[in-house]
């Protein structure tokens, strides 16, 4: 079994796929809160039931985009001011504690084969309509998210370099264990300044989410090795794109003089 949980972008992976799926999504869930015990979501007590249930499976684990994004500037917002290297390494200290729990747990069941983190992906509010949005998700006035302009750089390519920031230091800090791999599409969705990718972009300004129609694919080409049924779908589109070139017109080149 192929299992999926994570906060609501994981959504994107209930695409119908051919093969033994299961995808949990819980909205608004955060990574740090998957080992606090009063989480009022109640994510980690879940997720830990699930993957111990006794049937061998591949766990995906696509949490982190709430933390990064709603949970840095809420927290930013108290004082005007953050320590990033405190406040993301408690996140990944935290997750840390939640991911060999279940590897302690599991040792005995064999439930669980692998575990996949999937990194946060960069989120796609545009500078237009971050501060509103991120108001109504952080819980804090829009009065608050616009004065932090005034300390920290809150523009798009900013807030996506932070992104990328985190999923480094995760990448870097995840325990190590044979069980354990990370895969992250963040780099694939910006450009060489950060900025993102119009192809990856929602059609809504204010949708926080990116465009899951191209963002799967990506998913797709990075887990093929570890979830198979995505081999079949990345070389089909594989096949197409060969054909389309195939078909092409030729290029018309310019006559020398």
């Known amino acids: 079994m192929f299992m999926f949980c994570g906060s609501s972008s994981t959504r994107q992976f209930k695409f ?8 949990n999504v819980f909205s608004a869930s955060s990574m740090k809160g998957l080992s606090n015990p009063k989480s009022v979501i109640g ?3 879940v997720v830990r039931n699930l993957a111990l249930i006794p049937i061998p499976k591949v766990l995906l684990l696509h949490f982190g985009e709430v933390d990064v994004e709603f ?4 927290k930013f917002c108290e004082r005007m001011e953050i320590d990033e ?3 993301f390494g408690e996140i990944i200290n935290s997750f840390n ?3 060999e729990e279940i590897i302690d747990k599991s040792q005995n069941t064999r439930s669980v084969s692998s575990i996949c983190v999937l990194m946060p992906q960069p989120c796609p509010l545009r500078d237009e309509t971050f501060c509103r949005v991120t108001s109504q998700f952080a819980d804090v006035s829009v009065e608050k998210m616009q004065e ?3 300390y920290i750089d809150i523009r798009h390519a ?3 370099k932070r992104c990328v920031s985190f999923n480094n230091l995760l990448e870097a800090n995840l325990i190590k264990d044979r069980k354990i791999k990370c895969f992250r599409v963040d780099k694939d969705m910006l450009d060489k300044n950060y900025e993102y990718r ?3 972009l929602p059609k809504s300004t204010s949708e926080h989410h990116a465009e899951p129609r191209t963002t799967f694919p990506l998913w797709q080409e990075k887990l093929q090795n570890e979830v198979k049924p995505y081999r079949v779908l990345v070389k089909r589109r594989a096949k197409r794109l060969d054909a389309l070139a195939a078909s092409a017109p030729p290029v018309a080149h310019a006559m020398a003089m």
């Open 16 to 23: 119908d796929v051919h093969g033994n799926f299961s995808v």
């Open 43 to 45: 994510h980690g007590e």
């Open 71 to 74: 949970g840095y500037y809420r």
């Open 85 to 87: 290297d405190n406040f």
């Open 97 to 99: 504690k939640f991911i």
């Open 148 to 150: 932090i302009a005034d």
């Open 158 to 160: 900013a807030r996506n």
């Open 198 to 200: 119009s192809e990856y």
